[in-house]
């Protein structure tokens, strides 16, 4: 993904403020002895993680979430899909 993202034109302002959200922000973690992973303080104060977590399958990657603000999300999600038209692309899948 960095590459892909370092390979972004840089004079144009989405890609620009993408490179600094994702590379600018990116961290090599290691697992500790007990297989946890300690996130830096910079990391959590953006993310507003406090205690709660959730962790989010997401297919081949995760997200993490302050537990209070992963039901906020769900809540105004679930919200807009009853107000907003299915786009074709998800009325085509079959399950």
Request: with cysteine; aromatic share 4%; net charge negative.
């Amino acid at each position: 993904l960095e590459r892909k993202v370092s390979a972004l034109p840089s004079l144009n302002i989405h890609t620009k403020r993408l490179k600094r959200k994702l590379i600018g922000h990116a961290t090599d973690c290691e697992l500790d002895k007990a297989s946890r992973i300690l996130i830096p303080a910079t990391l959590r104060e953006y993310a507003k993680l406090d205690k709660k977590l959730i962790l989010s399958g997401q297919g081949n990657n995760f997200e993490l979430w302050d537990e209070d603000a992963w039901h906020e999300q769900i809540e105004n999600l679930d919200s807009l899909s009853r107000q907003e038209e299915v786009p074709p692309e998800i009325t085509q899948l079959s399950l």
